[in-house]
């Protein structure tokens, strides 16, 4: 906010990622005063756009914002790019498995409950139900990731194992994300076990090392290259990959779109194909659910579309509450 110009620009992929308020800071730095103050902008338009889903609001916001955005779509300027394929693989869990995450499950509805029957704060409650929601998803990739001596095997682990050989087999390349950097290290010992060759990088990454693991990959060494999600989501040109793999999904699917666009990017010859790995019958077919029925905010804003906004403590426990509850 302090850096003086003349002229201001900026560019982003997701101009919102979260909630409006993201949306507000972007223009409070390049026209300081359209919006108002944050507390202005939130009684005026952030509350009623994505509480009340007021589509009055809605488009006031867009007839302001208008004449100060330039959106291009990659199709609009990257007409040679190759098709692009993306498959949902649902793996089904083991016994095992579905029971341990059943059990995981009900103790988070209980948790939710206990904490709502003492009468904690809507904000402890959000923070209480995140961290429930996080272990499921955790629990959905690996039990290990959960319960670290835990002996039962991940189904899939296994559906992953077998894609890579059989990508491999083929001559494919493929970049394998996950929001989990201690599922990508479960996904290390494998390839290591296997003499798979392959590099890596995450958030903690010196900026060297990682220049160094994507020149490499992009000189043809290595058959996977394993990324955090967010590490990976910008910055990364890897069009000597043509597949995708996303071992788990984000709430956001313009965050997974970003990280798939590393290799399906100028430069790239090759068809790309992206598959998503979602276990079924759990929190992460419901995160999946919300991809497809709830459009992004910045969609909602630019395009007119469906509008998602925020979720309440409710919203979130349904995302962990099965029918008979």
Known sequence: MALQGDFKLITTGTPIENHLGELWNLFHFINPGLLGTLKKFNERYAQAIENNKDRSAQQRLKKLLRPFILRRLKNDVLQELPAKTEITLHVELSQE?????????????????????????????????????????????????????????????????????????????ALVFSQFVGHLSILKELLDKKGIHYQYLDGSTPVAKR????????AGEGDVFLISLKAGGSGLNLTAADYVIHMDPWWNPAVEDQASDRAHRMGQKRPVTIYRLVAKDTIEDKIVDLHAHKRDLASSLLEGGELSGKMSVNEMMELIREVED
Request: net charge positive; hydrophobic share 35%; proline share 2%.
């Open 211 to 218: 220049k160094k693991a994507v020149n490499a990959f992009q």
């Open 97 to 173: 498995e579905r029971t341990f995450y059943e059990a995981m499950r009900r103790n988070a509805v209980q948790v939710m409950q206990a904490s709502q029957e003492k009468g904690q704060q809507a904000g402890q409650q959000h923070l209480k139900v995140l961290a429930e929601i996080m272990k499921l998803r955790r629990t959905c990739c690996h039990p290990k990731l959960v319960q670290e001596d835990s002996p039962i095997s991940s189904a899939k682990l296994q559906a992953f194992e077998e894609l890579v050989d059989e990508l491999i087999s083929n001559r494919h390349k």
